[in-house]
């Protein structure tokens, strides 16, 4: 992954997340990372940001866990991992007032904090292989 931003998408809106969450957007609509992306990530994560930058694309792709922020309607792409300590890590995805989708946030969350989410139902499991 580049640690700098890119006209280029990084993933794409799978049709098992539009689906989960009852997303109004086309399947395969690409989501990007722009470099004041990397730029927030980096000042509101730097822990976060070198241990699981690199896997953004992984997040993106084979998600354990999406939901829908209700205080900002971005979409929340969860995966844990186990090997990590059970880290759940977090990339939140937002659309621009240009329409386009953009990775926001990389961050961790607690495992309790994914737990109570998962049982009200506001997380949504999806299990993907990787292909």
Do not use: W
Not at 96 to 124: C, D, E, H, P, W
């Amino acid at each position: 992954m580049q640690k700098n931003g890119t006209n280029e998408p990084i993933a794409a809106i799978k049709t098992e997340v539009i689906q989960a969450l009852g997303l109004n957007c086309a399947e395969n609509t690409p989501i990007y990372l722009g470099q004041s992306n990397i730029e927030h990530m980096k000042q509101s994560h730097p822990k976060e940001y070198e241990k699981y930058f690199e896997r953004i694309n992984e997040i993106l792709n084979l998600p354990d866990y999406v939901g829908m922020n209700p205080s900002d309607n971005s979409i929340e792409y969860i995966r844990e991992y186990q090997s990590e300590c059970g880290e759940f890590v977090k990339v939140a995805v937002r659309v621009s007032a240009s329409g386009r989708y953009y990775a926001r946030s990389l961050y961790v969350l607690r495992s309790g904090r994914v737990q109570n989410f998962i049982q009200k139902g506001t997380l949504k499991c999806l299990k993907f292989t990787e292909e």
